[in-house]
């Protein structure tokens, strides 16, 4: 194909692709990375290599710099993604059970995956922890849902199923929509050999960890880290989950559909790791809410976007550069967008974990609008960040920029009522039960309240 009819074809798109022609159906990949902060990774400036396999991947597809999950909380941002609507809308405002209450999306939801098998599409999720397995909501539409045993089940256990899985889909068969989900750097860090001393020679890291103030970190066994051995046991772990997304990625040239698969890197949200006083996640500051996020697409150029970007937005995104038969449903659904086609931003609004949010002084919401952080905690106290000169929430401009913060609370509450306005329109939470099994298992990964 001559430059010339390249570029005519990349016009028809909208957006700027190459090499041939993109297929009606285009296989999809979902890897979703627990609790891993953006700032761990190479591609958005860690000085450290911890995961050269994501960072090589990422270099090949649309990275989005500023992803900014909705919520800390695994389920809620999950069921975000697959959904394409807030948590405020979808209900699900927990780790499937707080206070008495339990939470599954209502079934009024039109989640990704049920677009996709409605479209001829095999699906299968690969699930690494409790707050995702079947029961909450997340299992519909999957004709394979695998969670394994126990709270959390190691990411080269998930990958060896996922792999099985992944090799019998070969090109030109019916495509898929796969979801393999990574849970190790998730608290115990406690990575495999030899990613638990992976990271202990002194390599300057000392200085990136001071500028962002982090502390000594409270683990739940009682014990407290020293800044530096938190991020060595946490990069370990990010270490171990990169080699495991090679074997997976593999699998895709071994079995020949890498070339007509769309994949789709995302976090769930980040960590504390002794950053603000917070070592685990749930709260609204932006270590904890900024993840990863990229789409590699065979048929688009690679490119970095710094528009802002939420959970919401992911599948409404990836519908702007492939199409699926049946999509319209999906994205009026959805009240993200598709980010490529409307650069100009929206206001984020962020969400504590509810069982979090009544700990006491930790922020209970916040919003993000371009380079503005507004926090109001539960007893209304406010907090207001520049993030152009103060890009870790270090200085309270609250008092300076008095005007601001009152715009600022003013949108909140307005995104808020509108958001959760649509909730009761799009059908409300459904109640679960729950065996005890379950909540055991919840217990152990510290959630059920
Ligand atoms: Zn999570």
């Not at 009152?406 to 949108?411: A, F, N, P, S, T």
């Amino acid at each position: 194909m001559s430059a010339t009819s390249l570029l005519a074809l990349g016009m028809l798109g909208g957006c700027v692709s190459m090499g041939p022609e993109i297929p009606e159906r285009p296989s999809v990949l979902l890897i979703t990375l627990d609790t891993t902060r953006a700032d761990h990774l190479a591609t958005y400036g860690y000085p450290r290599k911890t995961t050269p396999t994501l960072d090589a991947h990422a270099a090949r597809s649309i990275v989005f710099d500023r992803f900014l999950v909705p919520m800390a909380t695994t389920l809620p941002t999950h069921t975000s993604l697959l959904t394409g609507v807030h948590p405020l809308e979808h209900g699900v405002v927990a780790n499937v059970k707080h206070g008495g209450q339990s939470f599954a999306a209502s079934e009024e939801l039109v989640p990704f995956t049920a677009l996709a098998k409605a479209a001829g599409y095999s699906t299968a999720a690969f699930v690494s922890a409790t707050p995702l397995k079947a029961g909450t909501g997340i299992e519909e539409a999957f004709d394979t849902f695998d969670e394994g045993k126990g709270p959390s089940r190691v990411a080269s256990r998930t990958t060896d199923v996922a792999r099985a899985w992944l090799k019998r889909k070969r090109r030109a068969r019916k495509p898929f929509f796969a979801w393999v989900h990574y849970f190790d750097p998730h608290a115990p860090l406690e990575p495999p050999p030899p990613y638990d001393t992976w990271f202990e020679r002194r390599d300057g890291i000392e200085r990136w960890l001071a500028d962002r103030q982090i502390e000594r970190s409270e683990r739940r066994s009682g014990l407290a880290l020293e800044p530096l051995e938190t991020a060595n046991l946490y990069d370990g772990e990010l270490r171990y989950v990169d080699d495991q997304i090679a074997r997976l990625l593999d699998t895709g040239r071994e079995a020949g559909w890498a070339e007509h698969t769309v994949v789709i890197v995302v976090g769930d949200h980040g960590e504390g790791l002794g950053q603000h006083g917070q070592s685990g996640h749930g709260v609204t500051w932006g270590e904890q809410l900024h993840a990863p996020f990229w789409i590699s697409s065979p048929w688009h150029a690679p490119r970095r976007i710094d528009t802002p970007t939420t959970a919401q937005d992911v599948f409404p995104t990836l519908l702007g550069l492939v199409d699926i038969p049946g999509e319209e449903r999906f994205l009026e659904q959805s009240s993200g967008v598709d980010v490529l086609a409307e650069p100009s931003g929206r206001p984020i609004l962020h969400l504590a974990s509810s069982h979090q949010a009544t700990l006491g002084a930790e922020a209970e919401s916040a919003l993000t609008v371009g380079q503005w952080r507004y926090h109001r905690s539960h007893d209304g106290a406010e907090m207001l960040f520049t993030l152009a000169t103060d890009p870790h929430e270090q200085k309270n401009v609250v008092e300076a920029f008095p005007l601001q913060a009152r715009v600022l609370r003013d949108l909140e509450k307005g995104i808020a009522a509108e958001r959760a306005a649509r909730g009761s329109v799009l059908g409300t939470v459904r109640e679960v039960s729950l065996d005890p099994e379950r909540i055991e298992q919840l217990e152990a990964l510290g959630y059920v309240q």
